[in-house]
């Protein structure tokens, strides 16, 4: 095509543009002259129906389907062949209307006693504005548009397939609910209210998108959380301006509160027990239509090392477990930066029999030992990334031959020493034993700046990189809440929940550092029925 | 929407203080002389007086910066130059303690570095931290201070253990007046005690101001005087003044029985870092909002932070030789003692002359950012 076609071809495009927008805006004037009441003009619904077929009419799966009220005026049902469900408007809403009693003359046909008397589906109303009723139909549902009837009924007829309740994919547990979310907004809060039923629990739905309209629902417990966080993740919410939102990870990336920061400062999690757990502490949690993880804030990096089974199993266990992963996520971010701390600078650091064996490792290795740690690192990351794309069946052995044969071969030719292969496998482990699959990703990211940093200044070098990971959490927010807390001046009472647990009975009050309205989460008077027997 | 921004806690100078006060020991152990523990006793008493009066004086101006009480005091320019003398004296303290820190991690871990490189990684880190204010570097001393603390003393407890305790009983040949001159030398060495004027106008709860200084000065003692106490016991007062880095030596040579590792001091080595690291970080950040009170417009944080760091920069690299930066460090005594000492009780003095004094803005300190207004 050439150069004077494409102009001409964008400026036709852009001529029909400004056609449609101003029928769109005609229309829309019209409609809403007409309102919704009864016995508006004939051309209301004409002008109505004409925009929705320059709008949607030149689409193969939109369906208009015109049919006559029993002795009555014609009306025009108009839904997405595959969004809505045809059985649905077959038996809910035609044979209803076709068979409804003759109105009478003097009365007129109402969209209104249409919508109360002969349509039998559960969710039905009157929508006054043409963007309105574009939107209700691209979501999948059916409008009914009457002859002489201003504006059109809006009848839900969701017909869609959506992926059933199944277990988590990535948050597993041993022992707790086994339900996680799917990509359906509306059964996603069902679960969130199967397990809440308190008349405070509030789902607040949005659209968000300027083209996908995607569905976000905010859900808070009114009385506990605190109102100040829930105004400024509606806020945050507002504030998106984006042509799409196509999973809840959009939404986290325009609403987190340091977009540079490795660590994520909005929890994620595919789990509605989680999500009532958060709410239940005054948190507010954010759900998104065709995303299947819910997200969670305000979150601290606490947070972060928390697995769902910590608040099912008993508190003794539990601990042993939360320690280890504490102790995994410093091992995986330290390890490698040791192992080159001390094999460059300090190898007194290590026992004399380790400093040998280590020595002795490296004999062969053609490279530095900042490059061979790198090298590994690097190795580590394309297993890990190239086992993710395949097959799951493929991908196990892909990973086992994969790690065996690379490691070995790279031992044989130099490339790797032994004890870098042990380093490397320790990181990889203790990365992936952190029940946050995002903080192991940024704790085994985080190593390799670590491992420069000490290459460069030995254990000043590795010592300043911990400051420095250290610092940037102090400056660290989420929603307003300091990322460090409760390990930096609150109460005792909110470390009841960090690195130790303490047992489910000492949970008495939310954690202060949220600011819940209602500040006691357990009654030791109902608890020990003392005020039943009362 | 930022809760807690730019606030303290006034009991985070439970931990500031230590964290302002037990890095570097040697300065200590220096200005301790021949008087050994017997010096180091008074004269830590006196930094306590000292921190004390700081924090009365603070106390009396809820909410008020040290700009502002300065010049609510004496006046509009009398208090002008006392606060721009301040900004110079910390200034000068914080271009001294990077210089030291980095002469540290050359002289006992790389030796064949340019001193630079540590000073340029130590500055860049502390201006990440102090651009962001007071709030985060109270936050990471939160985290790092009871744990450095611990190591510290932990080590210490084991040198004492390993020492010879009849060795601190050496009194000083010059007698009284000479234990005198090195107490006042041990105050002087111990700058950090003004902190509660620095951080005035960013803590809540003015009440408790002055068992919080209590709290952190006793908590200082610990860390400071263990590493004294050890230094003192394993050598004698003569022989810890020919140690640069006297508490680290120690910490190398006292045998740990039954501990496989032979190097542990690299662990001390390291939380001696984070503790340099902090005080300087202190230093720095009360540089730079005494900077920023002087300056008409109030400029943001990050600016002045900015501004100051290549002239810390250059400030801490221009001694040639460590002999050099402990020449730097004896002129600093004078000007400490003045502004550590003399100001701060010359100013309660004439706080009380003047009768009650006024609260700071609506807004600053008093609680109002905690949200609970208890004093």
């Known amino acids: 095509m050439s150069r004077a076609e494409k102009r001409t071809l964008i400026r036709e495009l852009t ?68 969004l809505a469900k045809k059985e649905d408007v077959e038996e809910r809403i035609i044979q209803p209307l076709v068979r409804a009693a003759p109105v009478p003359a003097r009365d007129g046909v109402s969209l209104r006693r249409l919508a109360e008397e002969a349509v039998t589906a559960a969710e039905v109303k009157l929508v006054p504005s043409l963007d309105e009723v574009v939107r209700e139909v691209l979501g999948g549902a059916t409008a009914l548009v009457v002859d002489g009837q201003p504006g059109a009924v809006v009848i839900a ?187 460059s600078f300090n190898p007194g650091l290590m026992p004399l029999k380790l ?47 994969g790690g065996l044969v690379l490691g070995d071969l790279g031992v044989r030719a130099g490339v790797f020493s032994e004890i870098m292969m042990i380093v490397i496998a320790l990181t990889a ?97 109902r608890q020990t029925g003392r005020e039943t027997s009362r | 929407m930022n809760w807690f921004n730019d606030r303290l806690p006034t009991t985070a100078l439970v931990l500031l203080l230590p964290l302002a006060l037990v890095e570097p020991p040697v300065l200590v152990v220096a200005a301790a002389g021949r008087g050994g523990v017997f010096s180091f006793a008074p004269g830590f008493a006196l930094a306590t007086l000292g921190a004390v009066a700081a924090a009365l004086l603070v106390r009396r101006h809820p909410g008020l910066t040290a700009v502002e009480i300065s010049r609510a005091l004496l006046g509009r320019g009398a208090g002008t130059a006392v606060a721009a003398g301040y900004a110079l004296f910390w200034f000068l303290e914080a271009a001294w303690l990077l210089r030291h820190e980095a002469s540290k991690v050359i002289d006992l871990l790389l030796p064949r570095t340019p001193v630079w490189a540590p000073v340029l990684y130590l500055l860049a880190v ?29 080590f210490y407890v084991a040198g004492i253990t390993q020492a010879e305790p009849a060795r601190l009983a050496d009194l000083p040949p010059g007698g009284p007046g000479e234990v005198a001159r090195e107490a006042w030398r041990v105050a002087g060495a111990l700058e950090g005690v003004a902190l509660p004027l620095v951080l005035a106008g960013y803590l809540v709860r003015p009440g408790r101001l002055v068992a919080a200084t209590l709290g952190g000065m006793a908590l200082a003692f610990l860390g400071l005087g263990g590493a004294v106490v050890m230094v003192f016991s394993l050598w004698g007062v003569r022989a810890a003044q020919l140690y640069h880095w006297p508490a680290v030596v120690a910490v190398q040579n006292v045998p740990r ?3 496989a590792f032979e190097k542990l001091e690299l662990i001390y080595l390291g939380v001696v870092v984070m503790l340099g690291f902090g005080r300087f970080a202190l230093l720095y950040l009360a540089a730079v909002l005494t900077i920023r009170g002087l300056l008409p417009a109030s400029p943001p944080l990050g600016r002045v932070v900015l501004g100051l760091a290549p002239a810390l920069l250059v400030a801490s690299l221009l001694p040639p030789h460590f ?22 009780a010359l100013g309660l003095g004439l706080s009380h002359l003047r009768g009650p004094a006024g609260a700071g ?4 300190g008093a609680g109002t950012a905690w949200g609970d207004g208890r004093r």
């Open chain 1, 15 to 82: 001529r029909a543009c400004v056609v449609a927008r101003a029928r769109l805006a005609e229309a829309d004037a019209a409609l809403r002259r007409g309102g919704t009441g009864e016995g508006g003009g004939g051309a209301d619904a004409s002008t109505l129906l004409e925009a929705l077929r320059s709008l949607l009419g030149d689409n193969d799966d939109v369906v208009f389907r015109t049919f006559r009220l029993r002795r009555g005026p014609k009306a025009t049902l108009v839904y997405i062949d595959g």
């Open chain 1, 157 to 343: 007829s969701p017909g869609w397939k959506g992926r059933e309740v199944e277990k988590p994919s990535v948050e597993f547990s041993l022992r707790g609910p086994r339900e996680g979310f799917s990509e359906t907004l509306i059964w996603n809060i069902a679960l969130v209210r199967r397990r809440l039923r308190d008349p405070g629990l509030r789902v607040r739905k949005m659209r968000i998108g300027a083209r996908s309209q995607t569905e976000v629902a905010l859900l808070y417990l009114e009385g506990v959380a605190n109102p100040d966080v829930v105004a400024e993740a509606e806020r945050r919410l507002k504030a998106i301006r984006i042509d799409g939102i196509l999973d809840a990870g959009y939404v986290e990336q325009l609403i987190e509160d340091c977009w540079w920061s490795p660590f994520p400062t909005v929890n994620g999690s595919e789990r509605p027990d989680v999500v009532v757990a958060g709410l239940l502490e005054g948190r507010v949690a954010i759900l998104v239509d065709t995303s299947s993880f819910a997200l969670i804030v305000p979150s601290t990096f606490d947070g972060l090392f928390h697995s769902p089974e910590d608040s099912y199993d008993r508190w003794l266990p539990v601990n042993l477990l939360r320690f280890l992963r504490f102790l995994a996520s410093g091992v995986a971010l330290f390890t490698p930066a040791l192992y080159v701390a001390t094999a």
């Open chain 1, 355 to 401: 400093a040998l064996k280590v020595a002795a490792s490296r004999e062969g290795v053609a490279f530095p030992v900042l490059f061979e740690a790198l090298f590994a690192q690097f190795a580590l990351e394309l297993l890990k990334e190239a086992g993710f794309r395949m097959p799951s069946p493929v991908s196990q052995i892909f990973g086992v031959v």
């Open chain 1, 429 to 525: 482990i203790a990365s992936f034993s952190i029940p946050t699959i995002p903080l192991g990703t940024v704790v085994r990211l985080l190593g390799l700046p670590l491992m420069i940093s000490t290459a460069v200044l030995g254990m000043f070098g590795l010592v300043m990189g911990l400051l420095a990971i250290l610092a940037h959490l102090a400056t660290l927010r989420s929603f307003g809440v300091p990322y460090l807390v409760p390990y930096a001046y609150f109460s005792a009472q909110d470390l009841k929940d960090t690195v130790i647990k303490q047992p489910l009975p000492a949970f008495r009050r939310r954690p202060t550092f949220l600011r819940p309205r209602d500040a006691v989460m357990q009654d030791p008077d």
């Open chain 2, 126 to 154: 502390a201006a990440y931290l102090v651009a962001r204010g007071v709030e985060p570097l109270g936050r990471w001393a939160f985290v790092v201070v009871p744990f450095a603390l611990t190591v510290v003393l932990a």
């Open chain 2, 257 to 259: 029985p039954g501990l």
């Open chain 2, 323 to 344: 002999d050099a930066l402990e020449r730097m460090r004896a002129w600093l005594y004078p000007p400490a003692w003045v502004f550590v000492y003399a100001l701060p």
């Open chain 2, 361 to 364: 803005p609506a807004g600053q």
